[in-house]
């Protein structure tokens, strides 16, 4: 199936993008990040346009969000607990919750691309539990910003080479994932040294 999605990035391209990143964002199985490494690479050919590439993705993974929120929204508990049956998909949910629990707002932004199969679950549980509609939007337009600048960008530096750059993708996470932990660590340090010193 992947075959045949790359077969169309050059005929459907923008319109490709948009699509498979939307379904993606709705937990709908299909390879949208290898999509965005492959229409990088597309770019450093100059068979696509970068901002168009970057647009249409973000585009698609926006709406999905939307989408999923909504759906989460209108379903509320009742298709939370309908999704959960499935012991996979429960799992999703519950890490999802935790984290927009334990993270508030950061949980939605690292769904979108640091626990990226978390994502699509956060989208319909943060509807279903009321979470903030405009503290959503905004943490996961900021999220997926991240989301799609790295995949389709690795995809323009790595354009001879998509499974170099998917698994680049795959380090740069990791690495982006411990500089978050060291910077909510510090803040950690000075909120507390500066509750100490009020104290």
């Known amino acids: 199936m992947t075959d045949w ?4 990035v050059p005929t459907y391209g923008l319109w490709l993008l948009l699509g498979v990143t939307f379904l993606a964002c709705l937990a709908l199985p299909v390879p949208c990040s290898i999509l965005m490494l492959t229409a990088g690479g597309f770019v450093a050919t100059e068979d696509l346009v970068l901002w168009q590439v970057m647009a249409a993705a973000l585009t698609g993974a926006v709406l999905g969000d939307q989408v999923g929120y909504r759906v989460g929204l209108i379903g509320g508990h009742d298709l939370l607990s309908r999704m959960a049956a499935n012991p996979a998909r429960g799992a999703m949910i519950k890490r999802a919750i935790d984290l927009m629990d334990k993270r508030g707002a950061l949980g ?6 640091l626990f990226a199969p978390v994502g699509p679950w956060a989208n319909f549980a943060a509807g279903a539990t009321g979470f903030d509609y405009l503290r959503f939007t ?7 910003t991240v989301w799609v600048s ?3 960008l690795l995809g323009y530096s790595f354009a001879g080479n998509i499974e170099a750059a998917s698994e680049l993708a795959s380090s740069a996470l990791g690495i982006l994932a411990g500089v978050a932990a060291m910077l909510g660590f510090g803040y950690w340090l000075f909120a ?6 009020v104290a």
Request: net charge positive; aromatic share 24%; charged share 20%.
């Open 150 to 152: 790295l995949y389709v």
């Open 5 to 8: 999605f790359l077969a169309l």
């Open 192 to 197: 507390s040294r500066r509750q100490d010193a």
């Open 108 to 113: 939605i932004f690292f769904t979108r691309w």
């Open 138 to 144: 905004i943490w996961a337009v900021a999220g997926e």
